[in-house]
């Protein structure tokens, strides 16, 4: 090889290796460059997840803050198990919830004590009450005012220190067929105290029965507020010859499946099915109640809800539970006490309930019904408790024909008429939750958009009763449904004056076995104090059936027995009918 071949050969060599050189250099380059570039982009999805976790967890703390403000639970508490809990509240509905919230807030069991040992619970069996004496040597007056002292005791006969028992007393009188509701304080030490106004002259008899330990009611709130699933709904879907029933609630888990989402488009009550796997949402027909959810207190919680032990027993007296009344003194004439100072709205005499203020209270037979009902509607909206009411008309007055419309007994919807007086009654359920057997999808109606389809005016009644099918939902959801149709009864009567708008509350109930769990009288109290301060300044009257019922002689029954319906819509007819000619006034 000549020099030139040569030295051409080492710097072809050079140029060889220089290139393979840079392309290793430039390959890790690229290499790097690669590995820099999906760094940066992982760091960037990484904060922009901690931003958005940030900020949700920001978003969250605030609303714990200001919910433990309030030391209650509310909704957002659940909006981790529940996404589609509702539609956010405006800042004036979120303030009024609020205040309705503490208003029913409830006494609870100091830390440490649940669950609790039986032994240390409260126990009706070793409790007691005591007249306490008047200031007149042992006289009472019709007028006066009768106070117990209640002393509660667990099983062992120690004396409690707290309270959030739940009590219900009354007074009456077996031979007048007498009774009034009383007022009871609890002052939270365990020590209770139940007032009474005296308004009738002669024997009167104290009864006190705790509904509910205060260690109960911790097992109830928690249900309340945390298991909404404990009654279940179901749906038929059918289409063609295939079909299937699906679980339906007003919450669902959503990582358990697609939903059907059958939220009202007009008042966003929401509403969801499981989708079932071979249908669409359209092929649902109708909706039913799947049952109620067993096993969901612990073994050592439900020996806080024995019937005969420690739910709805009665308290014994220390000495005697009977007072006699004395005649008005001359010098307070025949003044009654102040219902209100009292928080009384009437009584029972001879089996007639006597309200202590607002409407005069008649007394209706069939003609008198007749007379006032001629030539108006009656719209009743609710659950079975106000079907009690079109059952109870049509069967006083023979001239109220009903029509087979075909409904499924004891859901409807029913309507009756008398064509010679212009009559007509019409009931329809609310829509759901409603643990009726099975209702066709197209019947589900709310009751605020069906107020909003009624013309209204003077020869308008509307009767609405919704309360029991809504004991095991938070109390936010009560306020939520019962807001809706407040806002449908201000447009209603703001377009037609002169309609006659009544209410029916809450009643307490028979609790056997586990009907506490998903019935309980703590549920209806909580639920009938909301709806009061909810319809509360609106031209609307409130049949008292939570004291109509306490007051009277006759057992709690979700459905009151027909001495009480009879009152029930005799108040409704004398506040109907308050010039007594059959106008609306």
Same mark, same amino acid.
């Given at each position: ?89 405006? =800042? ?11 208003? %029913? ?9 649940? =669950? ?62 007498? *009774? ?53 709904? !179901? ?115 001879q089996d007639s309930w006597r309200?202590? *203020? ?45 029509f087979n419309l075909q409904s ?38 709310? %009751? ?28 936010? !959801? ?26 029916r509350t809450a009643n307490p ?70 010039? *007594? ?5």
């Amino acid at each position: 090889m000549t020099l030139f071949s040569l030295q051409r050969w080492q710097i072809i060599s050079k140029i060889t290796c220089t290139v393979t050189m840079f392309r290793s250099v430039l390959k890790y380059i690229l290499s790097f460059v690669t590995l820099f570039g999906l760094i940066f982009l992982l760091r960037n999805i990484t904060i922009g997840q901690n931003f958005r976790m940030s900020a949700l967890y920001e978003f969250q703390n605030r609303i714990q803050s200001s919910n433990q403000s309030r030391s209650r639970l509310t909704l957002h508490d659940n909006h981790t198990l529940y996404p589609h809990w509702g539609q956010p509240l405006s =800042p004036e509905e979120e303030l009024e919830e609020g205040d309705l919230l503490d208003s %029913i807030a409830w006494p609870q069991p100091p830390p440490g004590s649940a =669950p609790p040992n039986l032994s240390r619970t409260s126990d009706p069996a070793h409790s007691l009450f005591t007249i306490v004496p008047s200031k007149n040597e042992q006289r009472w007056y019709v007028g006066d005012q009768l106070e117990v002292q209640v002393h509660l005791h667990d099983f062992e006969g120690r004396p409690k220190r707290y309270g959030g028992d739940l009590l219900l007393a009354r007074l009456h009188s077996p031979k007048c067929k007498a *009774g009034v509701a009383g007022q009871v304080l609890d002052h939270k030490n365990g020590l209770y105290s139940a007032r009474f106004p005296l308004l009738w002259e002669g024997s009167a008899q104290v009864a006190v029965t705790m509904v509910h330990s205060s260690e109960a009611v911790a097992v109830l709130r928690r249900l309340r507020d945390k298991r909404p699933d404990r009654v279940f709904f !179901v749906s038929l879907f059918r289409q063609g010859n295939h079909s299937q029933k699906m679980v339906c609630n007003m919450y669902l888990p959503q990582d358990k499946g697609p939903l059907c989402n059958y939220t009202d488009l007009h008042s966003g009550e929401p509403w969801y099915c499981y989708k079932p796997k071979m249908l669409s949402c359209d092929a649902r027909i109708n909706h039913a109640k799947g049952g109620y959810l067993k096993n969901i207190i612990t073994k050592k919680e439900a020996l806080l809800f024995k019937s005969g032990v420690n739910v709805k027993v009665p308290i014994r007296a220390s000495t005697s539970d009977t007072i006699n009344v004395l005649p008005p003194r001359k010098e307070s004439g025949s003044q009654k006490p102040d219902p209100v100072k009292l928080a009384t709205s009437g009584y029972y005499y001879q089996d007639s309930w006597r309200p202590l *203020g607002g409407v005069t209270m008649r007394h209706f037979d069939k003609t008198s019904i007749t007379q006032c009902l001629t030539k108006k509607l009656v719209y009743m909206y609710g659950d079975s408790t106000m079907r009690q009411w079109f059952e109870y008309l049509v069967a006083v007055v023979p001239e109220l024909k009903e029509f087979n419309l075909q409904s499924p007994k004891k859901v409807g919807p029913f309507m009756a008429v008398d064509s010679t007086h212009n009559i007509l009654l019409k009931y329809r359920c609310h829509g759901p939750p409603i643990r009726f057997s099975t209702v066709t999808a197209s019947e589900l109606r709310y %009751i605020a958009n069906e107020l909003d389809g009624l013309a209204g005016g003077p020869n308008t009644v509307v009767a609405l009763s919704i309360w029991s099918h809504f004991s095991t939902f938070p109390a936010e !959801v009560y306020v939520r449904r019962l807001r809706h149709i407040r806002k449908a009864v201000v447009r209603l009567l703001d377009r037609a004056p002169g309609t006659a708008v009544v209410v029916r509350t809450a009643n307490p109930q028979a609790l056997e076995g586990d009907a506490s769990l998903y019935n309980s009288d703590w549920f209806s109290l909580q639920l009938d104090a909301v709806l009061r301060a909810v319809f509360k300044g609106l031209d609307v009257m409130l049949v008292d059936a939570w004291q109509m019922c306490v007051a009277h002689r006759q057992p709690h029954n979700v459905h009151p027995p027909t001495a009480i319906v009879k009152n029930m819509v005799d108040m409704t007819l004398s506040y109907v009918c308050r010039d *007594g000619t059959g106008k609306i006034v």
